[in-house]
């Protein structure tokens, strides 16, 4: 797969670590995990408390830094710079945006090659986007390479599209193994809920646009499974009982093993209404199972991963009746729902397959390496086999990662 040393240091930048769940969260630990079959890897994330804390995630070393405070969402830690700085990497990956990690690599003085995975824009905080804004310019022109993880985010992203000429496109992957599970359970949850039965997952904010889906559901004659926590689960419930739709959608927070869900669900829905969802790959985790997708057309990697006419439908964001015509198509069509879905799961093994992201990876850090041992950087001594790898540190703990959704 690659012809990297396996003496090559690789330290993840990213927020926030499993158990803690998140769209970056997931793929730092997806990709982490694998990685760390080829590379030597560590990943290096805030902490929720203010203490710092070493663990380990599998084979995979994870440092916590403490959060002092938060400031606009974002966790100020004060020990990041110096953990950066004293990591013995030869290559950091920062997994943006993330301002956190950008200042802290910024004030480390870190002089190997940057690689950036560019998950999204910062769209909603509109006041930490204008004092961001200097420290984004600052680190992309210091990054080596940007993994965007489609084609469409580059061209409507504006700080991605100004480095087009460093951006690699890098879909993220899942897994395809463990798709198969207990066709009792996946009985009991149709049985409970009736078919036919529709499925979304996401955290339940604002731009995810489920009060759309909620309105949409009074055209149609099916039930709805919402799975997810978040600030709009008041408005949400008021809005299913002012329509009188309790008995067909059902809120159903967080839920710790989704799989049984996708599988049981005839469609699975997307509505989100702004690039906030940038990628949306619980899409790809509805698609392996086979299922069709009926998703928004957002100005982000949304519509790249299920296609209209080929996996699903594309509709207008901010649409019920859309919505609701998309949903009622495939549900009057079986044979076209099947046809979309047998499709989406091959595009899945295709295009989106975890082995196909962490090999398209790893040649990118290949090129980058390769471009600054020529340019004359110090990553030459990468090659060395006597280069010692991360320095043990005793206070590591093992901890087990949960997998429950609420993100």
């Not at 969260?25 to 990709?31: A, G, K, R, W, Y």
């Not at 030597?40 to 070393?61: C, I, Y």
């Not at 606009?72 to 830690?77: E, L, S």
């Not at 991963?305 to 901010?318: D, E, F, K, Q």
């Amino acid at each position: 797969m690659s012809n990297l040393s396996r003496n090559l240091r690789v330290l993840h930048v990213g927020k926030y670590y499993a158990p803690y769940i998140g769209g970056i969260e997931s793929h730092v630990q997806t990709l982490c995990s694998k990685l760390c079959k080829h590379v030597d890897v560590r990943v290096l994330v805030a902490n929720a408390g203010r203490e710092d804390l070493d663990e380990t995630d599998g084979s995979v070393p994870i440092m916590r830094a403490g959060t002092l405070l938060r400031l606009a969402g974002a966790p100020v830690c004060l020990s990041m710079a110096q953990k950066i700085r004293n990591s013995g990497a030869h290559l950091v990956h920062i997994h943006m945006p993330n301002p956190t990690a950008a200042i802290a690599y910024l004030a480390s003085g870190f002089k190997g090659p940057l690689v950036l995975t560019w998950h999204g824009d910062i769209v909603r905080q509109r006041l930490l986007k204008t004092l961001f804004m200097p420290i984004e310019r600052r680190l992309l022109r210091k990054a080596q390479a940007i993994i965007a993880s489609s084609p469409d985010y580059i061209a409507y992203s504006p700080p991605l599209y100004e480095h087009r000429l460093r951006c690699r496109v890098i879909p993220f992957g899942i897994s395809l193994d463990d798709t198969e599970y207990d066709p009792v359970q996946i009985s009991s949850i149709q049985r409970r809920y009736g078919r036919p039965l529709l499925l979304s997952i996401g955290r339940l904010v604002g731009y995810k646009g489920y009060r759309y889906l909620v309105r949409a559901m009074k055209h149609i004659n099916a039930s709805l499974l919402l799975i997810g926590e978040g600030p709009e689960r008041t408005k949400l419930e008021t809005e299913i009982r002012h329509f009188g739709l309790s008995p067909r959608v059902h809120l159903l927070g967080r839920v710790e093993q989704t799989q049984p869900y996708y599988e049981a669900c005839d469609i699975f829905v997307l509505p989100s209404i702004g690039r906030n969802e940038a990628f949306g790959i619980v899409q790809l985790e509805a698609m392996v199972h086979g299922k069709p997708v009926v998703n928004t057309q957002l100005r982000s990697g949304v519509p790249f991963v299920s296609v209209n006419g080929l996996t699903g439908i594309t509709v207008p964001p901010a649409d019920s009746r859309a919505l609701a015509r998309a949903i009622n198509i495939l549900l009057d069509d079986p044979e076209r729902c099947l046809a979309y879905g047998t499709a989406a799961q091959a595009r899945v093994q295709q295009e989106f397959n975890v082995d196909s992201m962490v090999s398209q990876t790893l040649r990118l850090y290949e090129q980058v390496i390769a471009e600054s041992d020529n340019s004359g950087d110090n990553t030459s001594m990468l090659w060395d086999d006597q280069q010692p790898l991360w320095p043990d540190n005793p206070r590591r703990k093992r901890t087990e990662c949960g997998s429950g959704v609420d993100a």
